[in-house]
């Protein structure tokens, strides 16, 4: 099992999405900050904002262990998981990627527990960052 | 007069949850667990096993080579009624059922005797969804056979004087089960509340503005020697011990007088559950057993 | 390879040695604070303080990879060495061994570097911390 | 224009020291280093060889295989002279050679195309050990014959202008030989010096009151003009690179000029030596690839 780093937005993984000049988009790999793996419906949603611009969750594609997930995908399935120790990549959109540099990172993730009182719910966890493209 | 306590020692691996993934891994934490003189290991199905809910052959062997090389019993498995699945309705009696008995099953083969299931709950006051009843009453069969006791867990801000509590024992009444028993947290016995912290992480319950976590009374540990008799379990919950070896938070001596008293012989699980730093649980965890070790003896002695 | 802990004197490995009445003293396993295995004839020596009561170099016994050596056996040796991943355990001679409870530990420990002046040498790094024995 | 520089970039695994054995295996360390876009991989032979000397044959293999996975260049194998070994005698010539031609035949059979012998000095303005050119000598031969590149390293405060480069360029013009060449650690044109902390760590070099380091002059990049005809490798020395992307202890520009106008197209692999925090390593490495790409094209513009 190869060990994650400590932070919830990994400096690993962050990356401009295509090509050259066929940037689409950029990806950005986290760990997971509960304390165990869940059911992916638990997840309530995942906001992405970079240098002040913000995705929201409805446009960023899931990949975990190596499948797709949109935001509906998780809700709907009855059987996905996001394990605890396997990161997550967050696929978001953005014509012409990124600048090479560093960028202001925040990812703001929220889960329903179902043993906290509704009105306590959902639990977000909110990590930011500096981080770098490098190409 | 004996130097050793009478109930057994073993630590949760939830206690490494700031560790876990990041600094260490599954054998590191039992290699933790056995260095600091534990015997019991307790893990969360849904945290500590790759590949759940699907257990590979080779995690299994590997799972049972570990604790046996390390001289660790397995304890108790956690797992979850996690009854907010679905945003347009709640948990039926037979997918709980169904979650249950998968818990049950892969417990049982990885040798543990304890489930604690986190049932989701229903009210502000933390009432448990009613299909817990059911549903653990159509595992009851099934714990039997695989030698497993459930034990819903008593937990901060639940009190022992409560509804829940009432409830769950009343279900041993009916049923007349062996299966079934309460596993007490000792957070339920805090004295002030800690604020963890989380490097790196904001943490917020709820959106805009929330009604506060109900702060409720401090439970007298008194209150514990009514249910002592059904309980099968503890976790030894904490969040700081300080360089003087003292606990501002739990009080230690009067929970081990009450355990000392009652003849009690299971386990006292470690849940470190302060601040989540790299490599604090490990020192938290040394000094605990500490405690917990210079406190017993003088508590066994005293009904010699 | 198993990861050790950040802090050169680890939290496990700390512990009497013999048993009951018979404590002969204690043990504080280390790892390496330089960035490279050595041949360990470079070791030039150890220092553990306990509580302020100091343990001289001639007086510990280092088990590093099952193999104990001496202070001696460690600057005679043609070919023993002391991996950078390999945790050395320091054998620390006190009769009743320590008590239950917190103690503040120091470990100074000293290599000679070839490439540096010869009146820059040896270089000591020293770490401290509180660690627990437990029983 | 292209926007790739012609030289290639590398990462020491010296980078990682503070994560090394903590946070990151030799796997995480490789993986990270593909993952920053670099593809040549500089490892030190005491450092990250398991079980060095003996090199077991599942580590040759997982190594071939790892660097291969990655599509990553095994590039140089840090090697020392350690002339201390003994307290009442320096080393010999024959030991010396003996130790180089161990590490010569580990990098072969590991792929790399450069060895790095760190030399053990005699003085207190950093002249090595003069065994080293007789050394050197007696390895040139299996140099040859296994493709590899022996290159002393000049590093801070050692200077460009200095007796020991000078022998080095005369061991060149005496023997003809192209098995050996100079190995320019960019450290060596740092404009100031930086401090490196290293958590829960204190270092003293010597005992009681000691002569402080010699504080050397800057040494101008230009100075790199005169020898880059016999450079074969760069250490891409560096400490700390702000928020802004701007190094303020080595001037990049200026390297990269000399670097770029030379034709220069081999490895600059560098080496994070700020301060020893884990995961800080991967974080500047990356500001420091980002900061090489983006002033490499204009300076390779500027020559076209
Ligand atoms: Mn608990
Ligand atoms: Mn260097």
């Known amino acids: 099992m190869p060990m994650l780093e400590q932070a919830m937005i990994q400096a690993k993984g962050f990356r401009n999405a295509g ?64 394990p605890l120790t396997a990161p997550a990549t967050l696929r978001v959109p953005k014509p012409g990627g990124l600048s090479v540099g560093i960028h202001d990172v925040t990812v703001a993730l929220s889960f329903r527990m179902s043993y906290i009182p509704v009105e306590l719910q959902p639990q977000t966890w909110t990590a930011s960052r500096k981080a770098t493209i490098v190409r | ?44 199905g849904e945290g500590h096993i790759l590949g759940y809910p699907e257990l590979s052959t080779a995690w299994i062997d590997g799972w049972h080579a570990l604790v046996e090389r390390l001289g660790l019993t397995p304890t108790l498995y956690g797992s979850w009624l996690d009854t907010r699945r679905h945003l347009d309705r709640s948990m039926t009696v037979e997918e709980g059922t169904a979650q249950l008995t998968l818990d049950i099953e892969l417990a049982s083969r990885l040798g543990f005797s304890f489930v604690r299931p986190k049932i989701g709950v229903v009210t502000g006051d933390l009432v448990p969804d009613p299909i817990w009843s059911e549903v ?32 769950y024992l009343a279900l041993i009444e009916r049923t007349g089960t062996t299966s079934f028993g309460l596993l007490i947290d000792t957070g339920v016995f805090q004295l002030s509340h800690h604020r963890r912290t989380e490097p790196g992480l904001r943490s917020q319950l709820g959106t805009g503005d929330i009604p506060a976590f109900p702060t409720p009374p401090v439970v007298p540990v008194n209150d514990l020697r009514d249910v002592m008799d059904q309980v099968v379990y503890f976790q030894a919950k904490f969040h700081e011990i300080d360089d003087q070896l003292v ?34 649980a ?3 965890l040394r000094r605990q057993h500490a405690l917990i070790r210079t406190l017993a003896p003088s508590r066994v002695g005293a009904l010699a």
Chains 1, 3 share one sequence.
């Not at chain 1, 995942?46 to 409805?58: A, K, M, N």
């Not at chain 2, 290699?31 to 003189?37: H, K, T």
């Not at chain 2, 819903?152 to 639940?158: G, K, M, R």
Request: aromatic share 10%.
């Open chain 2, 247 to 280: 606990d501002r938070y739990i009080p230690w001596a009067e929970i081990l007088d009450v355990v000392a008293e009652s003849g009690y012989t299971g386990w006292l699980s470690s849940e470190y559950e302060g601040d989540r730093i790299p490599y604090r």
């Open chain 1, 19 to 82: 090509s050259g000049e066929e940037r689409t988009g950029f990806e950005v790999r986290i760990r997971s900050p509960y304390y165990r793996g869940t059911w992916t419906n638990l997840i309530d949603g995942v906001r992405v904002e970079v240098d002040g611009e913000t995705f929201p969750s409805e446009s960023i594609v899931w990949s975990i262990e190596g499948t797709d997930y949109t935001a509906g995908d998780l809700r709907d399935s009855e059987t996905a998981r996001w």
């Open chain 2, 136 to 167: 653990v009453e159509r595992n009851l069969d099934l714990a039997h056979d695989r030698n497993i006791v459930i034990c819903p867990e008593i937990h901060w801000p639940t009190s022992i004087r409560s509804q829940a509590v009432d409830d």
């Open chain 2, 1 to 44: 007069m004996s130097t050793e306590p009478a109930f057994k020692l073993g630590v949760s691996l939830y206690s490494y949850t700031g560790d876990f993934g990041v600094v260490m891994d599954l054998e590191d934490c039992a290699e933790d667990i056995a260095d600091l003189g534990a015997t019991g290991i307790e893990i969360l």
């Open chain 2, 282 to 284: 490990s020192d938290q």
